[in-house]
Nanobody
Framework: QVQPAESGGGLVQPGGSLRLSCAIS??????IGWFRQAPGKEREDVSC????????FYSGSVKGRFTISRDNGEKTVYLQMDNLRPDDSGTYYC??????????????????????WGQGTQVTVSS
């Protein structure tokens, strides 16, 4: 697998939920990040998870609404998105990350291992 493969996007009404999946075969030892990009906007960090799944990070705009998880046995990382808002719309990507950082109980992630982005999965939140 040259890069993770995203799936699960779709059209949902505000307040609704979606669960995105990221097939990570070959990247089980990597921290994985979710990113999104809306039309006319820069790509932004959404969430990331450590290789073991024990540490997670969420951007301020999604914290409390999104949940990242992983099942290394299934070779899949998930992004459960609840209480979706129109500004959550965009193309969502998952990427293996170059590392992560622990500072006390705070967890943060480094950038992607490369700049080769997959097709992503599109999320549209609209009434």
């Amino acid at each position: 697998q040259v890069q993770p493969a995203e799936s699960g996007g779709g059209l949902v009404q505000p307040g609704g939920s979606l669960r995105l999946s990221c097939a990570i075969s070959g990247f089980e030892a990597y921290a994985i990040g979710w990113f999104r990009q809306a039309p006319g906007k820069e790509r932004e960090d959404v969430s990331c998870i450590s290789s073991t799944g024990q540490q997670t990070f969420y951007s301020g705009s999604v914290k409390g609404r999104f949940t990242i998880s992983r099942d290394n046995g299934e070779k899949t990382v998930y992004l459960q998105m609840d209480n979706l808002r129109p500004d959550d719309s965009g193309t969502y990507y998952c990427k293996p990350l170059s590392g992560d950082t622990y500072l006390g109980n705070s967890y943060s992630c480094r950038g992607p291992i490369d700049d080769h982005w997959g097709q992503g999965t599109q999320v549209t939140v609209s009434s």
